[in-house]
């Protein structure tokens, strides 16, 4: 059965260290998606990335990057010298080839920047 | 602008008072659909739709009902409400089916029910 894996319910970091967020997922499908997603205190979801289960290339953008590793069916998020304006909710999230669109999103963790 | 709206933003309201809460997207997708999003849960889908007048249960569909008259708008209603259904509600709309698409999430409707 498909699932998503957030472990870390909530982090506390100090502005400018660098924080993993951390995502592990399950799907018997072999063409997936992963999604990440930004929740900040106002409620919206912001989309981040999406990544598809043929292309396992890490992404950076900005401070933002990406691993995903399909040997451990993990898709971790890192911030690079973060910001108080990067306190928010992240979730993870998998969509599956022949799920209609569905996602699958991981419980969130909920990452707090203290400046 | 590309969007997806809901209404109201807020309600609170008392067991068994049907209400609906409206979606509405300007962007001409064909797939739209409904979560809830719960503390330590995150979000789950209730309702989606393939394209006018065709619609399937997601993974938390009961107490709920849907429908889709106008490629435009979903909207979702609850006959009864209970408190269970206490909740943040997010619509969503994309291009089409598959997990290719991204997903475009109206601003979430916070429902509380007495």
């Known amino acids: 059965a498909q699932k998503v894996t957030q472990a870390q319910t909530e982090i506390s970091v100090v502005e400018k260290e660098d924080v993993t967020l951390d995502c592990v997922y399950e799907?018997?499908?072999?063409?997936?998606?992963l999604f990440w997603y930004k929740q900040p205190p106002s409620g919206e979801l912001v989309f981040l990335i999406r990544r598809n289960s043929f292309d396992e290339q890490n992404e950076i953008s900005g401070r933002y990057s990406w691993n995903f590793q399909k040997s451990t069916s993990s898709f971790n998020f890192t911030i690079t010298a973060s910001q108080v304006v990067d306190s928010a909710v992240y979730f993870c999230?998998?969509?599956?080839?022949?799920?209609?669109?569905?996602?699958?999103f991981g419980q969130g963790t909920e990452l707090s920047v203290k400046p | 602008e590309a969007q997806v709206t809901q209404n109201p933003r807020y309600l609170i309201t008392v067991t068994g008072k049907k209400l609906t809460v409206t979606c509405s997207q300007n962007?001409?997708?064909?797939?739209m659909s409904w979560y809830r999003q719960d503390p330590g849960l995150g979000l789950r889908q209730i309702y989606y739709?393939?394209?006018?007048?065709?619609?399937d249960k997601g993974d938390v569909p009961e107490g709920y009902k849907v429908s889709r008259k106008e490629k435009r708008n979903f909207p979702l209603i609850l006959e009864s409400p209970s408190p269970n259904q206490t909740s943040l509600y997010f619509c969503a709309s994309c291009i089409g089916r598959g997990g290719p698409y991204e997903q475009y999430f109206g601003p979430g409707t916070r429902l509380t029910v007495t």
């Open positions: 799907t018997r499908d072999t063409t997936y998606y």
């Open positions: 962007m001409n997708h064909e797939y």
């Open positions: 739709s393939m394209n006018v007048e065709v619609t």
């Open positions: 999230a998998l969509s599956e080839d022949n799920q209609g669109g569905k996602l699958i």
